[in-house]
């Protein structure tokens, strides 16, 4: 068993998690202003991600992309991981690769203090990603703990590269936002909410 295996009901079942859903729990922070150079590529990306319609091209094309401009955002100081293996607890399910993991550390050799977990979703499914991005998020928390990391909470989000659905985890509480953050529509805002998982504010 690993990551992918988690539907939301099992990850509830087996880490003894209080799930709240809640509309609109990211809806109040502040958009941040993108700059020139992602709002020219997503004006060029997006179309062609969409033309290729594949899993691949949305990773490469928009997610990578927005990933990239929260670590200018802060400076540099921040690092991704991108298809990465994450064994934390291989008896519980949670090992496996990640989409991708944003830390809080500048070091990009090797995962230091993740903070944000990201789930690509497969078939357009957002709900259906949400099991395996809580047990990434569970993961990243216990690995947190272990190495004596002060964070007070970790936040994932699942995304079809145009739709992103968060998620923020404290304690034993798993809080959805169930609504859902566009890209497409409004990408200042999503760009805000990312930033501000990675400050701590969210």
Known sequence: MSYSDFNIKQVQNDFDLEIIEKRGIFSAIEPIKMSDYLAITLEENIPLAVSINTEKAKSELIISNVIVEIRK???????????????IDKEKGLNGYCDFLISLSSEQLFIKSPVIALVEAKNENIIGG??????????????????????????????????????????????????????????????GILSSMMAQKA
Do not use: H
Request: aromatic content about 12%.
């Open 73 to 87: 955002i802060f400076d540099r100081k921040i690092s991704f991981f991108s298809g990465i293996e994450f064994n």
């Open 130 to 191: 949400l099991g395996q991005c809580i047990a990434e998020m569970i993961a990243a928390k216990i690995f947190n703990e272990t190495e004596g990391n002060n964070i007070a909470a970790i936040y994932g989000t699942v995304t079809t590269g145009l739709i992103w659905k968060f998620i923020k985890l404290t304690g034993n509480t798993i809080q959805i936002d169930l609504k859902d953050y566009s890209l497409d529509g409004n990408p200042e805002q999503v760009i």
